[in-house]
C-alpha cells in the first residue's frame, strides 16, 4: 500500500509540474487568415477584427499577403503614432514593419495602444489597425465571501498538488 501511494505522489507531481508550465505568447493572424488577412478595402481591421481578440504582452502579430510575391511590393506595415494613423501618414513612421517578404511579423512588448498603417495610400483604403496590449492576467485566486459561505476557485494542478501533498502526508 505504501509503495502505491508513493507511486501515486510522485505521478501526482509529474503531472503537476508539467500543467504549470508559464503561459505562451499567442501568434495573432492579421485579418484572421494566414494568407490574405491585410488586403485593401477587406474590413475595418480595428472594428472588425481587433475588437474580437485579446492581445497580451509577448504577443505576436502576422500580417500575411495572398500572392507575397507580387503584393510584398504594393503592401507594407508601419508602425506609427495616433497622429499619423488618424492621418494614414507615414512620414515619421515608429518602426517599418515591411521586409520585402510578404509575410511581416511583429511582437507586441509593451502593454500600450499600438497603430499600425499601410504605406503607399492603401491606409486609406482601410489597411490600418489599432490593438490595445494588456499585461498578462494574473493567476485566478481564491473568490472573496459572501453571506457565510465560501466559495473557492480551484484549477486542476491546484487540484492535483493538494492530492500530492496529501499522498505524500500520508506516506510520510
Not at 492579421?30 to 474580437?52: F, I, L, R
Not at 481578440?53 to 507575397?68: A, I, K, M, N, S
Not at 506609427?80 to 510578404?102: A, F, M, Q, R, W
Request: charged share 15%; glycine share 10%; with cysteine.
Amino acid at each position: 500500500m505504501e509503495s502505491l501511494m508513493r507511486r501515486l505522489a510522485i505521478t501526482t507531481l509529474v503531472i503537476v509540474s508539467l500543467l504549470m508550465k508559464p503561459c505562451e505568447a499567442l501568434k495573432h493572424d492579421v485579418g484572421g487568415t494566414k494568407y490574405n488577412g491585410w488586403a485593401p478595402n477587406k474590413m475595418n481591421y480595428t472594428s472588425d477584427w481587433a475588437s474580437h481578440e485579446q492581445f497580451y504582452v509577448g504577443d505576436w502579430l502576422y500580417w500575411g499577403f495572398d500572392e507575397p510575391r507580387i503584393n510584398r511590393q504594393l503592401y507594407s506595415v508601419f508602425e506609427v503614432n495616433k497622429t499619423d494613423y488618424e492621418s494614414c501618414s507615414t512620414d515619421h513612421p515608429l518602426y517599418n514593419i515591411s521586409k520585402g517578404g510578404g509575410r511581416d511579423v511583429y511582437q507586441l512588448n509593451h502593454s500600450r495602444p499600438y497603430y499600425f498603417i499601410s504605406g503607399g495610400g492603401f491606409c486609406w483604403q482601410g489597411m490600418k489597425l489599432t490593438v490595445v496590449v494588456h499585461e498578462l492576467p494574473p493567476a485566478p485566486t481564491e473568490a472573496p465571501s459572501s453571506g457565510g459561505s465560501t466559495y473557492l476557485s480551484a484549477s486542476l494542478p491546484g487540484i492535483f498538488a493538494i492530492a500530492a501533498a496529501t499522498a505524500l502526508g500520508a506516506v510520510l
